[in-house]
T-cell receptor, first 109, second 114 residues
Framework: GQQVMQIPQYQHVQEGEDFTTYCNSS?????IQWYKQRPGGHPVFLIQ?????EVKKQKRLTFQFGEAKKNSSLHITATQTTDVGTYFC?????????FGTGTSLTVIP | NAGVTQTPKFRVLKTGQSMTLLCAQD?????MYWYRQDPGMGLRLIHY???????AKGEVPDGYNVSRLKKQNFLLGLESAAPSQTSVYFC?????????????FGQGTRLTVV
């Protein structure tokens, strides 16, 4: 079954509002990666977290890896229309990456 | 810089027909993957390869076969297509030299089985 779950599945926000997606794994992960997929496009790598409790920022995006290395979150501050897309987390076990179910973000202008 | 190229981009098959999806990468990557993407299911791993001549099963391998005869190519075959295999298929590759490397995805193949 699905080893990495994400919530929520869909999120609609007004432009300027914040957005958060959560990723949860049933097992401990070696690392976690985040990808963004624009509508009609393919997943594109955003960032990777490796250490327990690690926090990384990319402009308005903040990524966090849980202390137990079983969960992660992506927070976007003051969303813009360019943030529209589906955000996936991907947890690594051995050479395989297990992708989460994704969160589809719609930003209403 | 082509990156990861998938062919074809679109295909309609009749139930029972066979086809092969081709993935080619020009980055000399060791690891290659085939995923399928369905609404609400995210990306599910079908098969993967850690090097030329090697393949392994992922989460949902049934109904698919793969081959990695050349390092740059990873083929996904459907021997007898079924409507449940209607999906968008993505190929990805990444270097095998270190553990923590990003995956590069192809543009996807949209397959419809009628």
């Amino acid at each position: 079954g699905q080893q990495v779950m994400q919530i929520p599945q869909y999120q609609h926000v007004q432009e300027g509002e914040d957005f958060t997606t959560y990723c949860n794994s049933s097992t401990t992960l070696s690392n976690i990666q985040w990808y963004k997929q624009r509508p009609g496009g393919h997943p594109v790598f955003l960032i990777q977290l490796v250490k327990s409790g690690e926090v990384k920022k990319q402009k308005r995006l903040t990524f966090q890896f849980g202390e137990a290395k079983k969960n992660s979150s992506l927070h976007i501050t003051a969303t813009q229309t360019t943030d529209v897309g589906t955000y996936f987390c991907a947890g690594r076990r051995w050479v395989q990456f297990y992708f989460g179910t994704g969160t589809s973000l719609t930003v209403i202008p | 810089n082509a990156g990861v190229t998938q062919t074809p981009k679109f295909r309609v098959l009749k139930t029972g027909q066979s086809m092969t999806l081709l993935c080619a990468q020009d980055m000399n990557h060791e690891y290659m993957y085939w995923y399928r993407q369905d609404p609400g299911m995210g990306l599910r791993l079908i098969h993967y390869s850690v090097g030329e001549g090697t393949t392994a099963k992922g989460e949902v391998p049934d109904g698919y076969n793969v081959s990695r005869l050349k390092k740059q190519n990873f083929l996904l075959g459907l021997e007898s297509a079924a409507p449940s295999q209607t999906s968008v298929y993505f190929c990805a590759s990444r270097p095998g030299t270190t553990e923590n490397t990003e995956a590069f995805f192809g543009q996807g193949t949209r397959l419809t089985v009628v």
